[in-house]
């Protein structure tokens, strides 16, 4: 069934006298289990677009639910990773995948198996106490991956997760993606400015128009999968 069901949804930033439509009459429907990748030249609404699904910008228009419910605000059951990973600093890399289950009160030894788990599927096995400043820049995106999925989100919402990344690195990320989607099966909706990525990783691809704000295309990408 639909998990993200977005109906002639507009969103207006209003400052002072200027008005910025960031979407207007956007119409998206997105299985459960689906992995799908929004492009589209910088500014059409990507992330507008995101932030919405995620419950931390409210439409001006139309209605995005998630699960059957109105988004109201910050969803348990959603995961959000952004373009720079957003670690905080005075923790180790296990540490900050553990806070994202410590603020939603779970504690443990399951808890602490699953964040090692999920480290290593990110490629992180054997870095769980360094500290983000001793990372490069991929890893700790992979981290922020990690604690993105620790507390088992249906849905993992992602904003260019490889934007800031050199080609290789990207390319181990991907894979990595992959293999995490197919075992854990959450919803994956994330942005990128690549058309190939989209189309390497997606199943679906949701294309924005140069004219902002708007959907130009939805489409169906046939994927051999395991
Ligand atoms: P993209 O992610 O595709 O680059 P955005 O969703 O960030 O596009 O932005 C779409 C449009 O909305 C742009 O014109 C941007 O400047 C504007 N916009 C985004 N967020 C805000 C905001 N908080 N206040 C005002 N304008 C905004
Ligand atoms: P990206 O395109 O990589 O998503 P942006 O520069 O569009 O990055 O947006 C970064 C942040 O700035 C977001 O929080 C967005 O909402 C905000 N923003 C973007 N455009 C504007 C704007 N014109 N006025 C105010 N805030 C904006």
Redesign the pocket.
């Known amino acids: 069934e639909a998990q993200i069901v977005l109906k002639g949804v507009g969103k207006t ?1 209003v ?1 002072g006298l200027q008005r ?1 439509t ?1 979407l207007a009459g956007v119409d998206i429907e997105i299985a459960r289990g689906a992995f799908v990748a929004v492009v ?10 995101l932030r919405l699904v995620s419950g931390l910008v409210m439409p001006s228009e139309g209605s995005v639910r998630v699960a059957g419910e109105p988004v109201v605000g910050p969803r348990a059951d959603t995961g959000i990773v952004f373009q720079k990973a957003t670690l905080v600093d005075w923790r180790d890399i296990l540490g900050n995948v553990l806070l994202q289950l410590e603020m939603r009160g779970i504690d443990g030894p399951e808890a602490r198996e699953r964040a090692r788990t999920l480290l290593t599927a990110v490629g992180l096995g054997g870095f769980e106490n360094r500290y983000p400043h001793e990372l490069s820049g991929g890893m700790q995106q992979r981290a922020a991956i990690a604690r993105g999925l620790v507390h088992q989100p249906g849905m993992l919402l992602m904003d260019e997760p490889f934007g800031a990344l050199d080609a290789l690195t990207r390319e181990q990320m991907r894979l990595d993606l992959e293999a995490l989607w197919l075992r854990e099966r959450m919803t994956v909706f994330f ?1 990128t400015h690549s058309i190939d990525e989209a189309v390497l990783l997606a199943d679906r691809v949701i294309v ?1 128009s140069q004219r ?2 708007t959907v130009d295309h939805v489409f169906d990408v046939d994927l051999p999968r395991p």
């Open positions: 930033f400052r910025t960031a589209g030249p910088s500014g059409c609404g990507k992330s507008t677009l942005i924005m902002p704000g």
